[in-house]
């Protein structure tokens, strides 16, 4: 006697149909997977602008600074660092961690008799303490007659951008 089974077709149908249905659910999990991940990085990105936005916001009242990462944005609001930096040019400044080391040639935004003031230092003096003769890079202007402190530098220019 011969035991052989055959399948039917019936049976093979039912068993595409649980193939097809255990594919779909793969998908399914895969794309829920993939959408859980999409949601969470929104979240991350979205809480991390919040706290940014919020950081800034409160900086900004208190009357400091904002500042990002150690990083600070400008405007220049006059002719004094022209061709270089024209009026209205956004710059990026950051703020420096030894202002002490600073060299001729670098420029710097410092407070200067409560204004904020960006200009390149032209001369380190190093007379009791360092001190540095800043300039506008227009050709009309002189050096700086107040000398600058290293306590009174903010940030050191790292480029423009607009």
Request: charged fraction near 20%; aromatic fraction near 8%; hydrophobic fraction near 45%.
């Amino acid at each position: 006697m011969n035991n052989d089974k055959y399948t039917t077709k019936e049976e093979i149908a039912l068993m595409r149909i649980e193939i097809e249905e255990a594919k779909s659910n793969m998908h399914n999990k895969k794309l829920k997977i993939i959408r859980f991940i999409k949601l969470f990085m929104f979240l991350a990105v979205f809480l991390l602008l919040t706290s940014t936005l919020v950081s800034v916001l409160l900086t900004r009242y208190s009357g400091a600074t904002p500042s990002i990462f150690g990083y600070q944005l400008y405007t220049v609001q006059s002719g004094s660092m022209s061709p270089t930096l024209p009026i209205g040019s956004i710059i990026l400044s950051k703020k420096t961690d030894d202002a002490a080391a600073l060299k001729a040639g670098d420029i710097v935004t410092f407070s200067l008799n409560g204004a904020v003031v960006t200009h390149r230092i032209i001369e380190v003096i190093n007379d009791n303490g360092i001190k540095y003769r800043t300039k506008g890079d227009n050709p009309d202007n002189t050096a700086d007659i107040e000398l600058l402190s290293p306590d009174n530098v903010k940030a050191i220019f790292v480029m423009k951008l607009y």
